[in-house]
């Protein structure tokens, strides 16, 4: 593959990640940043589905590596809730980071400026654990395995100490 088309292909690809600020970002849902990994939403949330579920956007206004114009970190915090009696524990992976078990009920982490590649792209990957189907609990008859359900993603951006931008999302009708 030539140079050119190897960063054509790279920039239609960017394209595909939903951007955090912008024109855009106004009605954005959350909807649109479960990559794979997760069952339909409805307005409260997506259930996770199988063994392991992402979430992806990239950083755009405030981080820009060419510019100079970036944040020091990013705080990421993910709310949801674990099916009834199912261990409330799921792995957690960030832009390939090494896997911490974390209960993601509410749980918020940083990501420093040096961990963020250059086009802004942030790659949460949740590992799955001890799923269970609300029929083999006889709590209703889905028989879908279930764990984690997300129902909101919050991304404050941060410079110098003090919060640039902050987005919250949730799921909405699109």
Do not use: Q
């Amino acid at each position: 593959m030539s140079l050119h088309a190897d960063l054509l292909a790279k920039t239609l690809e960017l394209y595909d990640i939903p951007a955090l600020l912008g024109s855009e970002s106004k009605t954005l849902s959350l909807a649109r940043l479960l990559t794979s990994g997760w069952y339909k939403a409805d307005k409260s949330g997506a259930w996770a589905r199988g063994d392991t579920s992402i979430v992806k956007f990239r950083l755009t206004g405030s981080f820009n590596r060419n510019t100079g114009l970036r944040s020091e970190k990013v705080t990421v915090t993910i709310e949801g809730k674990y099916l009834a009696t199912v261990e409330k524990k799921s792995g957690i992976r960030v832009n390939g980071s090494d896997k911490r078990a974390v209960d993601l009920s509410h749980f918020s982490f940083d990501v420093g400026a040096e961990d963020i590649p250059g086009n802004g792209c942030i790659e949460i990957t949740i590992d799955n654990y001890k799923k269970k189907s609300p029929l083999e609990m006889m709590l209703g008859g889905d028989h879908r395995k279930l764990s984690f359900k997300i129902s909101r993603l919050t991304v404050v951006w941060e410079n110098k100490g003090k919060i640039s931008h902050k987005k919250v999302l949730k799921f909405v009708k699109e």
